[in-house]
């Protein structure tokens, strides 16, 4: 037997579920379970601890959740076409770091819009380029995603941290870090704005574009997409490089509320990525995923972190019940593509 | 085509491609001696050896789960969560006034309960529930941290007993240092258990055609779990060999482990797509990296830069992986 039929029959008889379900089913459960859970916790919350409805949390608590919904779209779109980018949060540190060396290094009297442009353009090219390279590797070397996304994550970090020496890099001008990072427009932050408009984009390439139907496509059956005529590397790389633009986006943002580029930004929010795109219904099984849930489940896992803050539970803790949901609804998933 | 050949010649290009990657370290090692002299020097070689024993108990424990097709993401963190609990345990009022072969005892049962409670929860959820061991792992990744920070406070602990640290570091038996003697016996049981048990050629069997155990009437699911348990107790000796080196139990000791142990692995020649690959594999993988961070080091080349080149070690392992098949 070939290595080509043993993989086919291996894929066949263990990985792909027999029968699919039905995926708009799959939807309003997941988006009805949410919102419930998402106003049950508000309302609990409100009740328990008065604090959580003060002006300045609920500002926070927006500005954090658009963040992670960012993150989690481009993680999503990876999941989508069955791999996963553990690359995320060493992306945010390079695009971090690189944005603001940039921004730090323009000749004297550049005007500022144009400082913010360089910047800006720079970070999102450097995380371009690393979705780019996962992508190629993912598609072209046909190995686990999680793997080559370890290796990439493990140089850009270093790239990172070597470019700074550790040390974080300030120079940024005002008008990109107080006057925009840390910004209110009309009682909302000013992450908000972005995250809602990127949804908006995500939502109209989901629903209104072929782009978005091929690389449900390429997630839901490679062979298939491959056999209709889908040039479906093409898409399985597009999926990767708007992960990295996504990491980009989020850590210029981040980088705008800190205030200076660090190259040890992104730590634990590759994971929470993954957990957010998990709980928002993307199927591990591939082509599966909604934005509008995943940006729902981004706003609730940062609702709970608020809650176990307000409730004063370690910090580390967290770590531990998020692990373990993740597990659960992984689990789920399994038990529900297996009992239809 | 190597069918048309003769079994001894097929036998003979075999052998010639098991020495070609010890013989790259050779090769290796001779360039780094060049350009450091003291790299070839006798302490160097010993230290050489003494550090790579650790990688090599870490690659084995990948090993045992990469040959069925599994991962495991939660080894780093699982050596920290095991070194800290086997200090705490060591370091308690409980264990004050013990004598020292009970130390020793106490901190075994106390790491090998960690590990393999590690590896239980893994080869639970992924056998059992068939979630995908790599997702089990990253889950089980972030508990371990976050236990490990919250019973240590974040904080090292200090005190680790001297019979703890003389047994599984310092010590000597018949002229062997501690931690040779024990990776030695690690690797000659791994090596016993994956190539003369049913257990250890079904794994193989697995990762080639998971399909063909159930034909075979082969318990699948049993075994896949167990691979995972056993992986855990390897982590968890690794773990305190490591912690009586450091002489404390360190939240951040897996920091690293990690991804050195999946190059070393792979980069030896163990199959990221299961069923290839064993304890030969693993320990030639570990000297790699091993001899690759000590020249390294010898030449001073920063830590940052050393982490790139490891990625850069983990994509080159990747691609050579592919072109075995």
């Known amino acids: 037997m070939t290595r080509e039929q043993r993989q086919t029959m291996t894929r066949i008889t263990h990985e792909t579920p027999p029968v699919r379900l039905d995926w708009r089913h799959h939807l309003t459960e997941t988006t009805g379970i949410l919102i419930a859970v998402i106003l049950g916790l508000m309302l609990i919350l409100s009740l328990v601890e008065p604090r959580f409805l003060a002006a300045q949390n609920l500002a926070n608590l927006l500005r954090s959740a658009s963040i992670l919904a960012i993150i989690s779209a481009g993680q999503m779109f990876v999941i989508i076409v069955r791999g996963f980018d553990l690359s995320v949060g060493a992306t945010m540190a390079m695009v971090s770091v690189v944005t603001a060396m940039v921004m730090a290094n323009v000749p004297e009297g550049t005007a500022t819009s144009l400082t913010i442009l360089y910047g800006v353009g720079a970070g999102f090219a450097a995380g371009a380029a690393v979705g780019l390279v996962n992508g190629l590797c993912v598609a072209y070397l046909k190995v686990h995603s999680f793997m080559v996304t370890l290796g990439t994550s493990s140089i850009v970090v270093g790239l990172a941290l070597y470019l700074t020496n550790g040390i974080p890099v300030y120079g940024m001008p005002r008008g990109f870090s107080s006057e925009f990072g840390r910004a209110i427009w009309g009682g909302l932050p000013s992450a908000f704005y972005i995250g809602a408009g990127l949804a908006l984009l995500f939502w109209v390439i989901q629903n209104l574009t072929t782009v978005g139907k091929y690389i449900y496509a390429v997630g839901g059956n490679f062979k298939s997409a491959v056999f209709s005529g889908l040039s479906a590397n093409r898409y399985l790389v597009m999926a990767y490089v708007i992960s990295g633009l996504t990491a980009a986006l989020a850590s210029i943002l981040l980088t705008a509320q800190i205030g200076s580029g660090q190259g040890s930004i992104g730590g634990v929010l590759t994971f929470q990525s993954i957990a957010v795109a998990i709980i928002g219904g993307v199927s591990l099984q591939g082509g599966v995923g909604k934005i509008e849930n995943v940006c729902l489940a981004a706003l609730f896992l940062q609702l709970l972190t608020n809650a176990m803050e307000l409730l004063r539970i370690q910090s580390q803790l967290q770590a531990v019940i998020l692990g373990l949901i993740v597990i659960l609804v992984a689990a789920n998933d399994i038990r529900k593509t297996r009992s239809v | ?325």
């Open chain 2, 1 to 325: 085509m190597t069918t048309a050949t003769s079994p001894r010649s097929r036998e003979f290009v075999a052998t010639v491609k098991l020495l070609t990657f010890p013989l790259l370290i050779l090769a290796m090692f001779g360039l780094f001696a060049m350009f450091e002299p003291r790299i070839a020097s006798a302490r160097n070689l010993v230290n050489i050896s003494s550090q790579s024993t650790y990688l090599i108990v870490f690659a084995l424990a990948q090993t045992v789960v990469l040959v069925p097709r599994g991962f495991d993401l939660s080894l780093g963190n699982a050596v920290s969560f095991t070194s800290v609990a086997t200090a705490l345990a060591l370091t308690s009022s409980f264990a004050a006034g013990l004598p020292g072969y009970a130390v020793v005892v106490l901190g075994l049962l106390t790491g090998l309960a960690c590990g393999t409670a590690v590896g239980l929860f893994n080869g639970f959820f992924a056998s059992v529930l068939g979630i995908r061991s790599f997702i089990v792992t990253l889950g089980a990744m972030n508990i371990c941290y976050g236990l490990s920070a919250t019973i240590s406070g974040g904080r090292p602990v200090f005190n680790v007993p001297e019979a703890f640290t003389t047994f599984f570091y310092s010590g000597t038996f018949a002229g062997i240092p501690a931690p040779i003697l024990w990776t030695a016996c690690v690797a000659i049981a791994v090596h016993v258990v994956l190539s003369n048990t049913v257990f250890g050629r079904t794994l193989y069997l697995m990762g080639c055609n998971p399909r063909a155990v159930e034909v075979a009437g082969l318990p699948r699911r049993k075994y896949f779990a167990i691979a995972f348990v056993l992986s855990g107790a390897l982590v968890a000796i690794g773990a305190l060999m490591l912690t009586a080196r450091t002489g404390t139990g360190e939240p951040n000791l897996g920091g690293n482990l990690l991804l050195q142990a999946i190059a070393a692995a792979v980069m030896g020649g163990v199959s990221l797509s299961g069923g290839r690959g064993g304890v030969f594999h693993a320990i030639t993988g570990a000297l790699f990296i091993t001899v690759l961070s000590n020249g390294l080091n010898f030449l001073q080349i920063s830590g940052y830069l050393q982490q790139i080149i490891l990625g850069l070690v983990i994509i080159l392992a990747i691609a050579l992986d592919k072109s075995r098949d």
